[in-house]
T-cell receptor, first 115, second 109 residues
């Protein structure tokens, strides 16, 4: 069964460093999402992406964050200058369509620790 | 902005018991999702509902749009059902999923 994959599974970085989290969505899916979950807290929506542009973004998704689909298979989340509070689990998801809404399929997550 | 509330926060039951987890939300939605988060963190979509009822194996999800309420039921619960069950809603006005805090379910053998 097709699945969403994410790399790396864990990343440790120093505050102020740039990180790139990678996701490979399911191949025939057109809508892509990033979510984060700070330890012990709710999952939060970051951004949705369709047709090579951002569809929606939350207040969390500020200028420090960017997303890209560089090559037709990967979907990346870049954090330019990491802060301690960026430590969280980051989940990528994809869906075949966005309207009407369909089930989102989630990757296993990347656990980011900023020191 | 929608507030998504789940109850109970924690639920411990014996194997075989019928389980009900509740979710309420505050403003109009286009769809409601039930998801399962395993201890390792992975998230699996269980259901997406916009009306009525859906069933998949031992899991049943219902939604009452007028009352802004949904329930997830597990029949004949099993220890492998132990996980965090999360309700998330999509508002009419945007495509962002707003997540509840989750219900941590433990099924004892």
């Amino acid at each position: 069964e097709p699945e969403v994959t994410q790399t790396p599974s864990h990343q440790v970085t120093q505050m102020g460093q740039e990180v790139i989290l990678r996701c490979v969505p399911i191949s025939n899916h057109l809508y892509f999402y990033w979510y984060r979950q700070i330890l012990g807290q709710k999952v939060e929506f970051l951004v949705s992406f369709y047709n090579n542009e951002i569809s929606e973004k939350s207040e969390i998704f500020d200028d420090q964050f960017s997303v890209e689909r560089p090559d037709g298979s990967n979907f990346t989340l870049k954090i330019r200058s990491t802060k301690l509070e960026d430590s969280a689990m980051y989940f990528c998801a994809s869906s075949r369509t966005g309207v009407p809404r369909e089930t989102q399929y989630f990757g296993p997550g990347t656990r980011l620790l900023v020191l | 902005k929608n507030e998504v509330e789940q109850s109970p926060q924690n639920l411990t039951a014996q194997e075989g018991e019928f389980i009900t987890i509740n979710c309420s939300y505050s403003v109009g939605i286009s769809a409601l999702h039930w998801l399962q988060q395993h201890p390792g963190g992975g998230i699996v979509s269980l259901f997406m509902l916009s009306s009525g009822k859906k069933k998949h194996g031992r899991l049943i999800a219902t939604i009452n749009i007028q009352e802004k309420h949904s329930s997830l039921h597990i029949t004949a619960s099993h220890p492998r059902d132990s996980a965090v069950y999360i309700c998330a809603v999509e508002e009419d006005s945007n495509y962002q999923l707003i997540w509840g805090a989750g219900t941590k379910l433990i099924i004892k053998p």
